[in-house]
Structure formats: structure tokens, C-alpha cells
């Protein structure tokens, strides 16, 4: 899973988060089945990240829970985060 981005605000909008997104997709590629992550998706959707009915993470809103497949498969399951997250989950 990859996310947050965090670019100083005063930075924003040069492409910075794009681009590190971008390379990270492509490192993860040679390697990983997919990508998944909880963000926003009216940014994701354009690196191709979308929701999948069977994945989730605790009580988040499914809109935000995003996933970008290697292959034809459908991720499913639920996505357990890093405890800097915060969250109470079982992994």
C-alpha cells in the first residue's frame, strides 16, 4: 500500500506528488501484484486507481478505498494499515 503524499503546501501543484506517485507505481510494478490505498479519488483516478466492492479497510467509506491491479484481477479483502495510522485493526 502506498500513501500519504505530503508536499508542503507551498509546493503544491508543480507535480511533485504526481511524480512520486508515477515512480512508485513503477518500482512497485516489478514486484508487487497491485497497489492499494485510501485517498482521494478524484485525485487517484487519473493514475487509474478505483474502487473494488470486496476491499475495504474498518469503517471507511468505500469511495475512498482505491486499488490499482497489475492484472485482471479484482483485489478483495481487507487492507490493514500501518499503526502510524492509528487505527485499531487486527492484521
Same mark, same amino acid.
Given at each position: ?9 507551498? !509546493?503544491? %501543484? ?6 512520486? &506517485? @508515477?515512480? +512508485?507505481?513503477? !518500482?512497485? %510494478? ?6 492499494? &490505498? @485510501?485517498? +482521494? ?51
Amino acid at each position: 500500500m502506498i500513501d500519504p503524499l505530503a508536499i508542503t503546501p507551498s !509546493r503544491h %501543484r508543480e507535480g511533485i506528488g504526481s511524480a512520486l &506517485l @508515477v515512480e +512508485a507505481i513503477q !518500482r512497485l %510494478r516489478a514486484s508487487c501484484k497491485g497497489v492499494a &490505498l @485510501v485517498g +482521494a479519488p478524484d485525485y487517484y483516478d487519473r493514475f487509474g486507481f478505483r474502487t473494488f466492492a470486496q476491499l475495504r479497510v474498518n469503517d471507511c467509506p468505500p469511495k475512498f478505498i482505491l486499488a490499482l491491479p497489475f492484472d485482471e484481477s479484482e483485489p478483495e479483502g481487507e487492507l490493514v494499515l500501518h499503526q502510524a495510522f492509528g487505527l485499531q485493526q487486527q492484521g
